[in-house]
């Protein structure tokens, strides 16, 4: 099992990036997905959620509005576009793969983001 994030990198306030999270190993299109972050000195945290099939997500209220998950179940990647990036955005990004009744729990290595002024 792999989750491989990428797209992390240094923004500055008010632009983009967008994280990708490659999967194999599982079948990933019975997984939900999520995206958490963690800063430093900070517990980690849920930034967002997609269903299996697309037709539900779910958002930090730090990030409505800015970010937005979405998945590809054919190419087994799930992406978080994020846009008006702000400083308290910077934290490590991890990708999440969690099975019905959470029988199953994949964790990525996490990618840096960092916004800065």
């Known amino acids: 099992v792999q989750l491989v994030e990428s797209g992390g990198g240094l923004a500055q306030v008010g632009g983009s990036l967008r994280l990708s999270c490659a999967a194999s190993g599982f079948t990933f299109s019975s997984f939900a997905m999520s995206w958490y972050r963690q800063a430093p000195g900070k517990e980690r945290e849920s930034v967002a959620t997609?269903?299996?099939?697309?037709?539900?997500?779910n958002y930090a209220d730090s990030v409505k509005g800015r970010f937005t998950i979405s998945r590809d179940n054919a190419k087994n990647t799930v992406y978080l576009q994020m846009n008006s990036l702000k400083p308290e955005d910077t934290a490590v990004y991890y990708c999440?793969?969690?099975?019905?009744?959470?029988?199953?729990?994949?964790w990525g290595q996490g990618t840096q983001v960092t916004v800065s002024s």
């Open positions: 999440n793969a969690i099975s019905r009744f959470s029988y199953y729990d994949y």
């Open positions: 997609i269903s299996r099939g697309s037709s539900s997500t």
